[in-house]
């Protein structure tokens, strides 16, 4: 079944740093954008960065840039959010959602992963 | 980035038809046809109704429509049903090759 699975729920320690997978059961995974977006309890969503795995060079929103570094793995079809120097406010819900086209990242999401919350807590 | 913004609600009674708005800049809105909309009902993950300002996923119903003007973009909701009623977000590629979401809005269907 065509789906994106997505790692399980995280529970981190302020300052420390989390990795969300998104493994893409697609018919070819290098033909598509991935981007990552969260949302915090009861918040927006909000995007995070996206990368094609065909170019493997990511692209970063400015609230995100040095903190959060977005790969893939074509090997396993596998996409990876990494987040570091965690703070309270950044216990949220992460999703991966993958692009309906080859082209680039335009938000035109028509597969999205069922999230990953990640906790962060002293 | 801002995000763009949406009313907060929106609500209608069945059958009607319901207009939501989603106000942007010249750097994302106004430059580029890339305005998408999502679907969220509570405790689940988004969901695409509307791509390229116009164009709608196959399996997506036709009483959802896009459209755009200047800076502006709307999402208009036809024949309102009970299962219409979740949060709406639309979303934009900007100048600056990223892409930024709005606001939100709550439908409610009374």
């Known amino acids: 079944q065509v789906q994106l699975v997505q790692s399980g729920a995280e529970v981190k320690k302020p300052g420390s740093s989390v990795r969300v997978s998104c493994k893409a059961y697609?018919?070819?995974?290098?033909?598509?954008?991935i981007s990552w977006v969260r949302q915090a309890p009861g918040q927006g969503l909000e995007w995070m960065g996206g990368?094609?795995?065909?170019?493997?060079?990511?692209t970063y929103a400015q609230n995100f840039k040095g903190r959060v570094t977005i790969t893939t793995d074509e090997s396993t079809s596998t996409a990876y959010m990494e987040l570091s120097s965690l703070r309270s406010e950044d216990t949220a819900v992460y999703y991966c959602?993958?692009?309906?086209?080859?082209?680039?990242?335009?938000?035109?999401?028509?597969?999205w992963g069922p999230g990953t919350m990640v906790t962060v807590s002293s | 980035q801002s995000a763009l913004t949406q009313p907060a609600s929106v609500s209608g009674s069945p059958g009607q038809s319901i207009t939501i708005s989603c106000t942007g800049t010249?750097?994302?809105?106004?430059?580029?046809?890339?305005v998408s909309w999502h679907q969220q009902h509570p405790g689940k993950a988004p969901k695409l109704l509307i791509y390229d300002v116009t164009n709608r996923p196959s399996g997506v119903s036709n009483r959802f429509s896009g459209s755009k003007s200047g800076i502006t973009a709307s999402l208009t909701i036809s024949g309102l049903q009970p299962e219409d009623e979740a949060d709406y977000y639309c979303?934009?590629?900007?100048?600056?090759?990223?892409?930024?979401f709005g606001t939100g809005t709550q439908v409610t269907v009374l």
């Open positions: 990368i094609h795995p065909a170019f493997a060079t990511p």
């Open positions: 697609v018919d070819t995974f290098s033909t598509n954008a």
């Open positions: 959602a993958r692009e309906r086209r080859t082209t680039g990242t335009t938000g035109a999401f028509h597969m």
């Open positions: 979303a934009s590629f900007t100048a600056r090759a990223t892409l930024v």
């Open positions: 010249a750097s994302d809105i106004g430059s580029y046809d890339y």
